[in-house]
């Protein structure tokens, strides 16, 4: 257990809807970063968030957005979902911005 | 941004040794970390090089030269339950943060 917990862990949902996948991080870890894992694809960058604050954006849709609470905790807001936004949403979580990810068990979202 | 390249599938017997390479291009260097991945799991974190050189760490070693832009996982006494896959990613700085970007992995299969 990497002590990075996310929830849902499975979610399937209809074309055109909104989601809202959440991440607490590990106990004093103020980065985190959102992945999305494809079948056919590696684990892609979407966005880093640090101590509330976006610090880096990747490869992320106009359609996806996501933030960090005061609490540390971040969401990731997925709209107007397609098919190929199916995929495992992953959030890791590091200390600084200096030190190793961990990673949580990661959202299985199907879109159908 | 990066280029990092790993073989896509590679097979050893239980017991052997493995040594998986990984190849990247990118400017900004700020670490290399090597995360393991068996199916719809959550890669977990094997190891980490910023200096030239060997770290172990048990039966895992990993090995980088910065300027070759090469590193290598190397898996001693390989168990069946190493099958998986192996995640090479290159930390680069980018506008204050840092951020690893991963390769697409290499499937290891440990047969007996």
């Known amino acids: ?112 | 941004g990066q280029n990092i390249d790993q073989p896509t599938e590679m097979t050893a017997t239980e017991g052997a040794i493995v040594q998986i390479n990984c190849t990247y291009q990118t400017s900004g260097f700020n670490g290399l970390f090597w995360y393991q991945q068996h199916a719809g799991e959550a890669p977990t974190f094997l190891s980490y090089n910023v200096l030239d050189g060997l770290e172990e760490k048990g039966r895992f070693s990993s090995f980088l030269s910065r300027s070759k832009g090469y590193s290598y996982l190397l898996l001693k006494e390989l168990q069946m339950k190493d099958s998986a896959s192996y995640l090479c990613a290159v930390r680069e700085s980018s506008g204050g943060s840092y951020i690893p970007t991963f390769g697409r992995g290499t499937s290891l299969i440990v047969h007996p």
């Open chain 1, 1 to 112: 257990d990497s002590g990075v917990t996310q929830t849902p862990k499975h979610l399937i949902t209809a074309t055109g809807q909104r989601v809202t996948l959440r991440c607490s991080p590990r106990s004093g870890d103020l980065s985190v970063y959102w992945y999305q894992q494809s079948l056919d694809q590696g684990l892609q960058f979407l966005i880093q968030y640090y101590n509330g604050e976006e610090r880096a954006k990747g490869n992320i849709l106009e359609r996806f957005s996501a933030q960090q609470f005061p609490d540390l905790h971040s969401e990731l807001n997925l709209s107007s979902l397609e098919l190929g936004d199916s995929a495992l949403y992953f959030c890791a979580s590091q200390q600084g911005l200096n030190t190793e990810a961990f990673f949580g068990q990661g959202t299985r979202l199907t879109v159908v």
